[in-house]
């Protein structure tokens, strides 16, 4: 997939023997027996296998076109288990097993890595592994700031890799068609777009102090890697780092990088934002779950974790002057009218399902081709995201310039673009 200088060479003076004298090349070499040439077979690398990274991992293990090289997490019975399975798997040469990722993305023989870490990581991995020249498939959400949405877009566009964040619903039929329909312009002339989210706060409280363990059965201050110190608690460990600040975007982030993205594809905002961002208060005064935005052309864009007509979690509305759209990951589609209802498909795939997704991206790497959740059109979505949660924080309306990526008059609102990161870590 990528050609090192030694085998640059290595394949020059192949090629001048074959001139030389012919030979005969197996079926199996060329993939003409049922397997997958060499020269087809992208060879990967896991950084984060538990939960969703494990998903993911099996699904990347069922291709007969992806070979997984290593492995690499923090915690050792993980390590164990993974490479257990995929040698297991393969039957023949080992997985190799890595607490530091370095050591993974250092090794010429991987073209492309999963990474699955928590969200804290996701950002600080996805660089690293450009620089080293790997092909990135990144579960979200990619960031936890403005600041690192733009660092992650910059170093892929900068080191050309390919990128694919896991918002997988860009590849699943019901979301596809309720964006075609949308853009079609059967709805109308575009109102509003509606992204399912959560409740957004987030917790500045430490769980209780427990016995931090050792280095190589749980590397805490590499699980830490950029965020703040605390002490260990393996709650955190074991998944129950959501919710907290130092390592978590909040509830709108956490379902928005799916549906805001969502919102954003449907209304072809891709490679833009909302420009004013306002936060939504119940009668009584007190902050509800609700964030509007208005975007430069005057589409209203409306993330709520309510009122949804019950077709599944991550749900979008699409509203236009002629009628709306609702689908949701159950894969069902509601419309307003009987005038839409003939667009309608069932399809069986869940929205939480990331088979097609994964296959677009092995397909990007091999070709070269941008894939549909790529860096670029990410990490817009995921401003929108962080700009509401600000929004929401500040308990006021906020203004943003997506060209300059920053609040309008507004210093305490662009301190929040970034956090500071534990040294030695930077973007």
């Avoid at 993974?104 to 080293?132: C, E, K, N, P």
Wanted: hydrophobic fraction near 35%; proline fraction near 5%.
């Amino acid at each position: 997939m990528k050609l090192t200088r030694r085998g640059f060479m290595k394949a020059g003076l192949l090629g001048a023997a074959a001139v030389a004298s012919p030979c005969l090349i197996s079926a199996r070499v060329l993939g003409l027996d049922g397997n997958v040439s060499p020269s087809n077979t992208v060879n990967l690398g896991g950084i984060g296998c538990r939960s969703r990274g494990g998903e993911d991992m099996r699904i990347f293990l069922d291709r007969p076109d992806i070979r997984l090289r290593a492995i690499c997490d923090i915690r050792k019975d993980q390590r164990d288990r993974w490479q257990a399975e995929t040698e297991k798997r393969y039957n023949d040469k080992p997985c190799d097993a890595y607490r530091d990722m370095e050591d993974l993305l250092v090794r010429d023989d991987i073209d492309a890595v999963l990474i699955a870490t928590g969200d804290r990581w996701h950002t600080m991995a996805s660089i690293t592994a450009a620089r080293y020249g790997k092909d990135i498939y990144c579960e979200k959400p990619l960031s936890l700031t403005i600041a690192e949405s733009i660092a992650l877009a910059d170093a892929v566009n900068r080191y050309g890799v390919v990128y694919q964040a896991g918002t997988q619903r860009r590849n699943i039929g019901n979301f596809q068609l309720a964006a075609k329909i949308v853009q079609s312009g059967k709805l109308g002339k575009l109102l509003e777009v509606h992204a399912n989210t959560l409740w957004p706060a987030t917790d500045q409280a430490w769980l209780p102090a427990e016995p931090e363990p050792g280095i190589e059965e749980c590397d805490w201050d590499r699980w830490l890697g950029p965020c703040p110190w605390r002490p260990y608690n393996h709650a955190y460990v074991d998944g129950s780092w959501r919710g907290h600040y130092d390592f978590h975007g909040g509830g709108i982030l956490e379902w928005g990088s799916h549906t805001v993205d969502l919102c954003q594809w449907a209304a072809q905002k891709d490679d833009t934002t909302p420009v004013r961002f306002e936060p939504q208060f119940n009668e009584d005064g007190s902050i509800n779950d609700q964030v509007h935005a208005w975007y430069a052309d005057g589409v209203k864009l409306v993330m709520r974790s309510s009122g949804w007509v019950g077709l599944g979690t991550c749900s979008a509305r699409y509203v236009g002057e002629e009628g709306w759209i609702e689908t949701g990951d159950s894969g069902r589609m509601a419309v307003s009218n009987d005038a839409l209802r003939g667009e309608l498909k069932f399809f069986g795939i869940l929205g939480t399902d990331p088979i097609n997704h994964i296959a677009e991206f092995v397909e990007c790497v091999k070709t070269r081709r941008n894939p549909s959740a790529n860096a670029n059109v990410a990490a817009q979505s995921h401003i929108a995201s962080h700009c509401a949660y600000i929004a929401w924080q500040l308990r006021r309306p906020v203004d943003y310039d997506p060209a300059k990526n920053e609040f309008l008059n507004d210093p305490e609102a662009n301190r929040m673009r970034t956090r500071a990161m534990r040294a030695p870590y930077t973007l």
